[in-house]
């Protein structure tokens, strides 16, 4: 079985930074993609950054130049620095990750449990 773990939600005044972690365990050959989702109350799951095994990075347009995502293949950790948090990134986080389990086995994608991240103004 695969687990994906996040840790680092919490409550941050406007302006505020917090950074998030995933890491995903158990048996794993290789990991693809790994990313950042997340849902706020009332609206749809939406893409807040992803990043490939081989480093290239996307970002949704409403974070580009406050948020970094980051990637340490040794230890199948995905990794969001989040920067001058405003309220509108207030949501659940939820850590996604593209994992083949074995060598010639498909590529199946997990999800975390997700973490909540308020952002008071």
């Known amino acids: 079985q695969v687990q994906l773990v996040e840790s680092g939600g919490g409550l941050v005044h406007s302006g505020g930074s917090l950074r998030l972690s995933c890491a995903a365990s158990?048996?794993?050959?290789?990991?693809?993609?790994m990313g950042w989702f997340r849902q706020a109350p009332g609206k749809q799951r939406e893409l807040v950054a992803t990043?490939?095994?081989?480093?290239?990075?996307n970002y949704a347009d409403s974070v580009k130049g406050r948020f970094t995502i980051s990637l340490d293949n040794a230890k199948n950790a995905v990794y969001l620095q989040m920067n001058s948090l405003e309220p509108e990134d207030t949501a659940v986080y939820y850590c996604?990750?593209?994992?083949?389990?074995?060598?010639?086995?498909?590529?199946?994608?997990?999800w975390g449990q997700g973490t909540q991240v308020t952002v008071s103004s």
């Open positions: 996604n990750a593209n994992i083949r389990r074995w060598r010639y086995s498909a590529i199946v994608e997990y």
């Open positions: 158990g048996s794993i050959f290789s990991i693809t993609a």
């Open positions: 990043i490939i095994s081989g480093g290239s990075t």
